[in-house]
């Protein structure tokens, strides 16, 4: 493939910190939580989604997000951002500073319900002012869609489905949406498929691959993305992760794996592997204690 400079720079969103420990069932220590954020930061991640404004009762892991975000110390130049799915979250994602925040929808209805207790459209209708609001503090927004590659509930996922939510949120005023393969079913060959319908309306620099590696095709398919000209992709160190809603699911792409992927390809990722591999490492061995 030829590329240009510019085009072998890939965005890596290290989402380790939030969708890698929500699932985990013993509390991970905010200790370890600080030192996993501030490891990735010391091994070039430049964007880490650090948290997660939810309802504790839904996403007990995340209880302490005001904690987390209030202890690490800050790297200049990284972006920490968390996730905001209604006006309370974002207030206590303004409080604490949060660089970016997220809001996160589904092409699937089932899902939709399960993960946050609306349908598509109310959804939609309560991150609008979400959006507004943090847009109006100066923070940006990413949109997420899950399920785009087929859902625990309702199995296959039309792209039209995916895309209708993700122009969605590109017209709330989402600078990025990214695609979740939530339960990690998707293939090299529904990713293509996938994103040549996404294609057709939404330009590639607004889209961002969200693999989960539950079927080991995580970074074949974030290759074929790669292939079809997206440069932004999420990743957790360690391979950890897991949605407390969607049963089955696993962890999301190692950022080992990917980053290892991606330099052997001869793309840029400012990405320190060794680093990155003693934090990936550190986490593990906590959660598997
Ligand atoms: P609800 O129960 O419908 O909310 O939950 P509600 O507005 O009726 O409020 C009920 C209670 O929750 C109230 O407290 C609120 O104050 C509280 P009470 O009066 O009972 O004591 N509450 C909150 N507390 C803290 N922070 C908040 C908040 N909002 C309400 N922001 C809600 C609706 C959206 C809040 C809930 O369903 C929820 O928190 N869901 C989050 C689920 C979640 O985090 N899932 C994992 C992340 S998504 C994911 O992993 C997929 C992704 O990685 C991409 C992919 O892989 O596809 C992004
Ligand atoms: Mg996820």
């Given at each position: 493939?030829?590329t240009?400079?510019?085009?072998r720079?890939?965005?890596i969103?290290?989402?380790?910190?939030r969708?890698?420990?929500?699932n985990?069932?013993?509390?991970?220590p905010?200790?370890?939580?600080v030192a996993?954020i501030e490891q990735l930061?010391?091994?070039?991640?430049?964007?880490?989604?650090?948290?997660?404004?939810?309802?504790?009762?839904w996403?007990?892991q995340?209880?302490?997000?005001?904690?987390v975000?209030?202890?690490?110390?800050?790297l200049p130049?990284?972006?920490?951002s968390?996730?905001t799915?209604?006006?309370?979250g974002?207030?206590a994602?303004?409080?604490?500073h949060?660089?970016e925040?997220?809001?996160?929808g589904?092409?699937?209805?089932?899902f939709s319900?399960?993960?946050?207790n609306?349908?598509?459209?109310e959804?939609?209708?309560?991150?609008r002012?979400?959006v507004?609001q943090?847009l109006?503090?100066g923070?940006?927004?990413?949109?997420y869609?899950?399920?785009v590659l087929?859902?625990?509930?309702?199995?296959?996922?039309?792209?039209?489905a995916?895309?209708h939510?993700?122009q969605?949120?590109?017209?709330?005023g989402?600078?990025?949406?990214?695609?979740?393969d939530?339960?990690?079913?998707g293939?090299?060959?529904?990713?293509r498929?996938l994103?040549?319908?996404c294609?057709r309306?939404?330009?590639a620099?607004?889209?961002a691959?969200?693999?989960h590696?539950?079927?080991?095709?995580?970074?074949?398919?974030?290759?074929?993305?790669?292939?079809m000209?997206?440069?932004?992709?999420d990743s957790?160190?360690g391979g950890l992760?897991g949605c407390?809603?969607?049963?089955g699911?696993?962890?999301?792409?190692?950022?080992?794996?990917?980053?290892?992927?991606?330099?052997?390809?001869?793309?840029?990722?400012?990405?320190?592997?060794p680093?990155?591999?003693?934090?990936?490492?550190?986490?593990?061995?906590?959660?598997?204690?």
């Amino acid at each position: 493939m030829n590329t240009t400079p510019s085009d072998r720079q890939v965005k890596i969103v290290e989402v380790g910190p939030r969708d890698g420990l929500q699932n985990e069932k013993n509390p991970v220590p905010l200790a370890a939580k600080v030192a996993l954020i501030e490891q990735l930061g010391a091994a070039g991640l430049r964007f880490i989604e650090a948290a997660a404004f939810v309802s504790p009762k839904w996403v007990p892991q995340m209880a302490d997000s005001a904690a987390v975000m209030r202890e690490i110390t800050r790297l200049p130049g990284v972006c920490y951002s968390a996730l905001t799915p209604n006006l309370k979250g974002l207030e206590a994602a303004l409080a604490a500073h949060c660089d970016e925040v997220a809001v996160f929808g589904a092409a699937s209805e089932s899902f939709s319900q399960r993960n946050i207790n609306c349908s598509i459209d109310e959804s939609l209708a309560r991150f609008r002012p979400v959006v507004e609001q943090a847009l109006a503090a100066g923070v940006p927004v990413r949109g997420y869609v899950s399920c785009v590659l087929g859902c625990p509930y309702e199995g296959d996922i039309e792209p039209a489905a995916v895309v209708h939510v993700a122009q969605a949120l590109l017209d709330m005023g989402c600078h990025e949406i990214s695609l979740g393969d939530t339960i990690g079913r998707g293939t090299p060959a529904s990713t293509r498929a996938l994103l040549e319908v996404c294609l057709r309306t939404i330009p590639a620099p607004q889209l961002a691959g969200h693999f989960h590696d539950t079927s080991g095709t995580a970074v074949a398919n974030a290759c074929t993305a790669l292939e079809m000209g997206l440069r932004t992709f999420d990743s957790a160190a360690g391979g950890l992760g897991g949605c407390p809603y969607a049963p089955g699911a696993s962890g999301n792409v190692s950022t080992e794996a990917l980053v290892r992927a991606l330099h052997a390809r001869g793309f840029e990722t400012g990405i320190d592997l060794p680093r990155l591999q003693l934090a990936g490492q550190a986490i593990l061995d906590i959660v598997r204690r």
